[in-house]
Structure formats: structure tokens, C-alpha cells
């Protein structure tokens, strides 16, 4: 199974609620990103936690991590149209030269906004 | 703009043939990757170069190949020992800084015809 699994799998809301997805990964990790993907197109890296962190904010995105659990949420505040796609966590370790993380992602919570 | 350019944005095979895919960035990052995405799932890493000259086979490199002959280029090559690759295949890049988050193109779809 993947390190990094999302849930729910998929979830749809109205326009203005927050909407919350969870991640849970397995071994340990330097960090925990998340990516969103449009359909169709490449990912785009929102928020990156490090392991010794537990909670970061980027303008309407807040991402937590509980290390003890080995899960992590993602929240999007008044949620918009433009928010609707599907939302990857991935877990960075150094498995790597140079210190830098291999990532292995998730399979994805598919987020629909309802205007 | 800096980023990643990959081409083409769809790519159709016949069967016993090979084609590269393209991924060009101009970000000065000095790891490259490529991974490959089925439907409803996620990102499984083929291959990955961290240096010129260099690169390392991922979770899934069999009937794959690549080459880096420049720090700006990563070629994939599917070869037609890779028994199912209708995919979409995305290329990524990073500066090979710790906790950096990755750089992604806007991939490439490939039909096995």
C-alpha cells in the first residue's frame, strides 16, 4: 500500500465551508508535503511541514502533524470554486544522496467545490 | 518565466515502439524525476538524477530509460518492453535542498494505439 493514503477519497462541499482532508503514512519521515493537481495537469507544491513541526499556515491552507500518529490534515478556509481538484500528501525521506528527500505520494482526495 | 517544459502534452504509440518524452527546465535545479500516474492513483517514482552523467531507477524503472546529458534535460525513453504504459507521466525537478518542495511540469499523456 502507499506510504502516504488520503482521506477521505473524495469530498465535496459548498463554496465557503472549510474543507479538511487527512493523510496517514507509515515509516518516518523529514517532512510532509502537500500538492494540488488541476485535472489533466502537473502538481503544484502548497506547504511543506518539517517532521519537528506541528502545525504551519500559508494564507487559507493550515496543515497539522501529529508525528506520534504518523497523520497529518490539510484545511482550506472558505473554500472557492478555483479550490476544486485533487489534493496529494507526500512524505519526504532521506532515502537520497545529498540530503535530500525521496517522495512518495499519496492516492489523493478528489475535492469538488459547490458554487 | 522560469519552470519545467514538457513535450508533447499527448503522445500515441503503436505497439513494439519506443518514444521519448521530453522534460526541459531552466530552474538551475540540480535533481530531476520522473513519475508516472494511473487513474485514481498516485505518483510512482520511474527515475531520478540527482547530478550530470547520473541518475538512479526509481519503484518502477523496468521498460523505461533515461538519460542526463545536461543539467537542464531529462529525456524518458518507453520502451517497448514496458507492457502497459498508457500513463500520464509527469517530470519534476528540486535544488536538491533539504525540506524543498518539487517543481512539476504539466505532463504528458501517453496512448498505447
Known amino acids: 500500500s502507499q506510504q502516504g493514503e488520503e482521506d477521505p477519497q473524495a469530498l465535496s462541499i459548498q463554496e465557503g465551508e472549510n474543507a479538511t482532508m487527512n493523510c496517514s503514512y507509515k515509516?518516518?519521515?523529514?517532512?510532509l508535503q502537500w500538492y494540488r493537481q488541476n485535472s489533466g495537469r502537473g502538481l503544484v507544491h502548497l506547504i511543506l511541514?518539517?517532521?519537528?513541526?506541528r502545525e504551519k499556515h500559508s494564507g487559507r491552507l493550515r496543515v497539522t502533524l501529529d508525528t506520534s500518529k504518523k497523520s497529518s490534515s490539510l484545511l482550506i478556509t472558505a473554500s472557492r470554486a478555483a479550490d476544486t481538484a485533487s489534493y496529494f500528501c507526500?512524505?519526504?525521506?532521506?532515502?537520497?544522496?545529498?540530503?535530500?528527500?525521496?517522495?512518495?505520494f499519496g492516492t489523493g482526495t478528489r475535492l469538488t467545490i459547490i458554487p | 518565466d522560469g519552470g519545467i517544459t514538457q513535450s508533447p502534452k499527448y503522445l500515441f504509440r503503436k505497439e513494439g515502439q519506443n518514444v521519448t518524452l521530453s522534460c526541459e527546465q531552466n530552474?538551475?535545479?540540480?535533481?530531476m524525476y520522473w513519475y508516472r500516474q494511473d487513474p485514481g492513483q498516485g505518483l510512482r517514482l520511474i527515475y531520478y538524477?540527482?547530478?550530470?552523467?547520473?541518475?538512479q531507477k526509481g519503484d518502477i524503472a523496468e521498460g523505461y530509460s533515461v538519460s542526463r546529458e545536461k543539467k537542464e534535460s531529462f529525456p524518458l525513453t518507453v520502451t517497448s518492453a514496458q507492457k502497459n504504459p498508457t500513463a500520464f507521466y509527469l517530470c519534476?525537478?528540486?535544488?536538491?535542498?533539504?525540506?524543498?518542495?518539487?517543481?512539476f511540469g504539466s505532463g504528458t499523456r501517453l496512448t498505447v494505439v
Open positions: 507526500a512524505t519526504g525521506t532521506s532515502t537520497f544522496n545529498f540530503g535530500n528527500e525521496k517522495l512518495t
Open positions: 515509516t518516518s519521515i523529514n517532512n
Open positions: 511541514i518539517r517532521s519537528n513541526e
Open positions: 530552474l538551475n535545479h540540480d535533481a
Open positions: 538524477s540527482q547530478i550530470v552523467n547520473d541518475f
Open positions: 519534476a525537478s528540486n535544488p536538491l535542498t533539504a525540506n524543498y518542495g518539487y517543481t
